[in-house]
């Protein structure tokens, strides 16, 4: 009921609260790869499809009276290609749109800083690329991060690609940074488009876990801690004799992969297949963090909305709640993805649509429906503790859903699971966040 009084009127605005004439607006729709992991010719339940973005635009020209800036960006999965993601989406045809009969610029900025060639699975070279136009903002949120109680913990991170030491570098002794795309930093307002999805790493991914793609170094976003539970790590789910030897082969491979050494390259696309087949495949044994008991990425994931929430364009940080950024979500449900998330599972048709002005309670909700305890999810429950740079001041108990479905149409806490889509986990998170 945004604009309630001009509902079914020409002169219904209904962002007209959101956005303001001459603002700029960030959207970031779900970019992370242009097809399914294993199937060539299969995108729709693994991006943002198109025909929920150009509504969106339609409602902000309207909103922004053609005056302003909208920028519509992302930053893939590294190895992916942000143009043929784009391509799928129609997003050219939408700027082209705007550009030829209102004279409404729409940018398109791809926010990734290089792209991997990877070949049987393995990184082989890196290209650089310009990220985002306007630079990077170094973000250090010290003892505001979710990281600062494993401060003295001895642990080491593993990020995005295998630079072990660039990764521990930005999370240690007190430090905890991100270089972040400075667009989303300084537009007015950030309209994030997310695909409702399960996810192996956080148990799901949709508003919050997204945020891994206004980065401008994905190699400070720490994945998982190296060891099993036993030794204070989540990379495994226990530390047995394979786990160790698996460890002490790969390391010291990727350390000189990580200095491009031709023959360590070499030997892991050679080796790998063969290594999987007696260490057991990643997507059929738990490795990677790929489980319930990652304690890391819920804690990246976290970091980076306080940094969209509360960052500065210097690298500070306002500190009131009620100076968070300006933010609105609708995620896209029609066609979600259950099982290995976020690029190897399996089509889930909702024809669902799901919005709101809280991250945490559109997450919540999102996880709700999809058949997930919002309090068995570490990325949506440590949302409520007791906390700098907050990130909801509501309780799960506060949050009120409101549906053309009677099934939804009620407080949160009484959506029951026998109504939800009943989604099924990731392998490494079945029976532990279900909501039963």
């Given at each position: 009921?945004?604009?309630?009084?001009?509902?079914?009127?020409?002169?219904?605005?209904?962002?007209?609260?959101?956005?303001k004439?001459?603002?700029?607006?960030?959207?970031k729709?779900?970019?992370?790869?242009?097809?399914?992991?294993?199937?060539?010719?299969e995108?729709?339940?693994?991006?943002?499809?198109?025909?929920?973005?150009?509504?969106?635009?339609?409602?902000?020209?309207?909103?922004?009276?053609?005056?302003?800036?909208?920028?519509?960006g992302?930053?893939?999965?590294?190895?992916?290609?942000?143009?043929?993601?784009?391509?799928?989406?129609?997003?050219?045809?939408?700027?082209?749109v705007?550009k030829?009969?209102?004279?409404?610029?729409?940018?398109?900025?791809?926010?990734?800083?290089?792209?991997?060639?990877?070949?049987d699975?393995?990184?082989?070279?890196?290209?650089?690329?310009?990220?985002?136009?306007?630079?990077?903002?170094?973000?250090?949120?010290?003892?505001?991060?979710?990281?600062?109680?494993?401060?003295?913990?001895?642990?080491?991170?593993?990020?995005?690609?295998?630079?072990?030491?660039?990764?521990?570098?930005?999370?240690?002794?007190?430090?905890?940074?991100?270089?972040?795309?400075?667009?989303?930093?300084v537009?007015?307002?950030?309209?994030?488009?997310?695909?409702?999805?399960t996810?192996k790493?956080?148990?799901?991914?949709?508003?919050?876990?997204?945020?891994?793609?206004?980065?401008?170094?994905?190699?400070?976003?720490?994945?998982?801690?190296?060891?099993?539970?036993?030794?204070?790590g989540?990379q495994?789910?226990?530390?047995n004799?394979?786990?160790?030897?698996?460890?002490?082969?790969?390391?010291?491979?990727?350390?000189?992969?990580?200095?491009k050494?031709?023959?360590?390259?070499?030997l892991?696309?050679?080796?790998?297949?063969?290594?999987?087949?007696?260490?057991?495949?990643?997507?059929?044994?738990?490795?990677?963090?790929?489980?319930?008991?990652?304690d890391?990425?819920?804690?990246?994931?976290?970091?980076?909305?306080?940094?969209?929430?509360?960052?500065n364009?210097?690298?500070?940080?306002r500190?009131?709640?009620?100076?968070?950024k300006?933010?609105?979500?609708?995620?896209?449900?029609?066609?979600?993805?259950?099982?290995?998330?976020?690029?190897?599972?399996?089509?889930?048709?909702?024809?669902?649509?799901?919005?709101g002005?809280?991250?945490?309670?559109?997450?919540?909700?999102?996880?709700?429906?999809?058949g997930?305890n919002?309090n068995?999810?570490?990325?949506?429950?440590?949302?409520?503790?007791?906390?700098?740079?907050?990130?909801?001041?509501?309780?799960?108990?506060?949050?009120?859903?409101?549906?053309n479905?009677?099934?939804?149409?009620?407080?949160?806490?009484?959506?029951?699971?026998?109504?939800s889509?009943?989604?099924?986990?990731?392998?490494g998170?079945?029976?532990?966040?279900?909501?039963?």
């Amino acid at each position: 009921e945004l604009d309630k009084e001009n509902i079914g009127t020409q002169y219904w605005n209904p962002f007209k609260n959101l956005v303001k004439p001459g603002e700029r607006v960030f959207i970031k729709p779900n970019m992370i790869a242009e097809r399914h992991r294993y199937r060539s010719n299969e995108w729709d339940y693994v991006i943002t499809h198109g025909s929920v973005i150009r509504p969106i635009i339609d409602y902000l020209f309207l909103a922004m009276e053609g005056k302003g800036e909208v920028i519509i960006g992302d930053a893939p999965q590294t190895d992916s290609n942000f143009y043929k993601v784009a391509q799928l989406m129609g997003l050219f045809e939408i700027r082209e749109v705007y550009k030829s009969f209102k004279d409404f610029h729409i940018s398109i900025i791809n926010l990734q800083d290089e792209h991997w060639i990877v070949k049987d699975d393995i990184i082989t070279d890196y290209v650089r690329l310009s990220g985002d136009p306007l630079g990077g903002v170094l973000f250090d949120l010290g003892n505001k991060s979710f990281f600062s109680e494993l401060d003295n913990k001895n642990v080491t991170f593993y990020g995005a690609s295998y630079d072990l030491d660039e990764t521990n570098r930005a999370h240690s002794k007190g430090h905890h940074k991100y270089w972040i795309a400075k667009s989303p930093i300084v537009a007015d307002v950030f309209i994030n488009i997310p695909k409702l999805k399960t996810h192996k790493k956080c148990g799901i991914t949709i508003n919050l876990k997204s945020l891994v793609g206004i980065n401008a170094n994905k190699n400070f976003l720490p994945h998982y801690i190296f060891g099993g539970p036993e030794e204070g790590g989540d990379q495994f789910d226990k530390y047995n004799i394979k786990s160790k030897i698996e460890n002490k082969i790969v390391v010291p491979i990727k350390n000189q992969m990580s200095k491009k050494n031709p023959i360590a390259i070499f030997l892991s696309r050679k080796l790998k297949k063969f290594g999987y087949k007696v260490l057991g495949d990643t997507e059929e044994v738990i490795r990677s963090g790929n489980w319930y008991g990652n304690d890391t990425v819920w804690r990246m994931s976290l970091d980076l909305n306080k940094i969209l929430m509360y960052g500065n364009s210097d690298g500070t940080f306002r500190s009131k709640y009620e100076e968070r950024k300006r933010f609105f979500s609708i995620v896209d449900g029609i066609v979600a993805m259950e099982g290995n998330g976020p690029v190897a599972g399996e089509r889930k048709e909702c024809g669902v649509l799901i919005a709101g002005f809280d991250p945490v309670a559109v997450d919540a909700v999102g996880a709700k429906i999809m058949g997930f305890n919002p309090n068995k999810l570490k990325i949506i429950s440590k949302c409520f503790d007791d906390q700098e740079l907050k990130l909801t001041n509501l309780s799960l108990e506060d949050i009120v859903c409101v549906s053309n479905d009677e099934r939804f149409n009620k407080r949160l806490v009484d959506i029951k699971y026998q109504d939800s889509f009943k989604f099924r986990p990731h392998f490494g998170w079945i029976n532990h966040i279900e909501d039963f």
